[in-house]
């Protein structure tokens, strides 16, 4: 465990260092701000609150996304896995949202819904939507056939067969996607907010790109992959104990 933190502590030294280096080269804090004024700048917006309602609003967009995107995958996904046909059916369809580009659902999400809350939430929903039913349909149909043929030995009900098999057997599935998209939301919603957003990270990235703030801009964005990287961590534990216990 101390190898791992030292490890990491490495890895944080060297991007500091790399940085620190970089704007002393260029010599320029409106192309590249430096570490230490970046972190005074954090501190700042901590300091006068500045910051809690735009985290707020992007916290409440990345994570109504990614609720509605679980809701509706774990419908689809199963019903994917259980019934071939649907599988057929909806596979292309599902391959066909994940293949359409951000900036495509940028597009259409000012035409749909205008600027504003509800565009950056469904568009983190479109992203990550097929993801998770693709991740939770494959879950379902490699599911141990030896395990369902003992239910059906001891004439089970189908209530205990999709619990403690079905559902159990997508578990994994369902932790690891949502490892996934819990980085990805947070990179989709700040991308949305910048273009078609009115409050939120992204939107203040926005805002310090007109004013030629590019501390602010970096600011902002070491706060954004601060929440990547916790929400990658929680949900890479979470995955470990799904595995242990589905094993």
Same mark, same amino acid.
């Given at each position: 465990?101390? *190898?791992?933190?030292?490890? &990491?502590?490495?890895?944080?030294? $060297?991007?500091?260092? =790399?940085?620190?280096?970089?704007?002393?080269?260029?010599?320029?804090?409106?192309? =590249?701000?430096?570490?230490?004024?970046?972190?005074?700048?954090?501190?700042?917006?901590?300091?006068?609150?500045?910051?809690?309602?735009?985290?707020?609003?992007?916290?409440?967009?990345?994570?109504g996304g990614l609720s509605l995107a679980l809701l509706f995958s774990l419908i689809t996904g199963f019903a994917m896995g259980l019934i071939e046909i649907l599988y057929e059916i909806f596979k292309p369809i599902i391959i066909t949202l994940q293949a359409i580009p951000i900036v495509s659902w940028l597009a259409l999400?000012? =035409?749909?819904?205008?600027?504003?809350?509800?565009?950056?939430?469904?568009? *983190?929903? =479109?992203?990550?939507?097929? $993801?998770i039913t693709l991740n939770i349909t494959e879950g379902v149909k490699n599911v141990d056939k030896k395990l369902l043929e003992?239910?059906? *030995?001891?004439?089970?009900?189908?209530?205990?067969?999709?619990?403690? $098999?079905?559902?159990?057997?997508?578990?994994?599935?369902? *932790?690891?996607?949502?490892? &996934?998209?819990?980085?990805?939301?947070?990179?989709?919603?700040?991308?949305?907010e910048f273009m078609v957003g009115i409050s939120g990270l992204g939107r203040m990235i926005s805002d310090a790109k007109y004013a030629l703030?590019?501390?602010?801009?970096?600011?902002?964005?070491?706060i954004l992959i601060i929440l990547g990287i916790v929400s990658e961590i929680i949900f890479d534990k979470l995955s470990r104990r799904m595995m242990v216990r589905a094993s």
């Open positions: 465990m101390k *190898v791992k933190y030292f490890r &990491i502590c490495v890895s944080i030294a $060297i991007i500091f260092s =790399l940085w620190l280096t970089g704007s002393f080269i260029v010599g320029n804090d409106l192309l =590249l701000p430096g570490p230490v004024k970046t972190i005074q700048r954090l501190a700042e917006l901590f300091i006068s609150g500045e910051i809690f309602s735009p985290l707020l609003f992007t916290a409440l967009k990345a994570l999400a000012i =035409l749909w819904w205008g600027v504003g809350f509800r565009s950056p939430l469904y568009i *983190v929903f =479109l992203t990550l939507f097929p $993801i003992m239910a059906r *030995v001891f004439n089970l009900s189908k209530k205990i067969v999709f619990k403690d $098999i079905y559902f159990a057997s997508a578990m994994p599935f369902i *932790v690891s996607s949502l490892r &996934i998209s819990s980085g990805m939301m947070w990179k989709t919603v700040a991308v949305a703030n590019t501390t602010d801009v970096f600011a902002f964005t070491v």
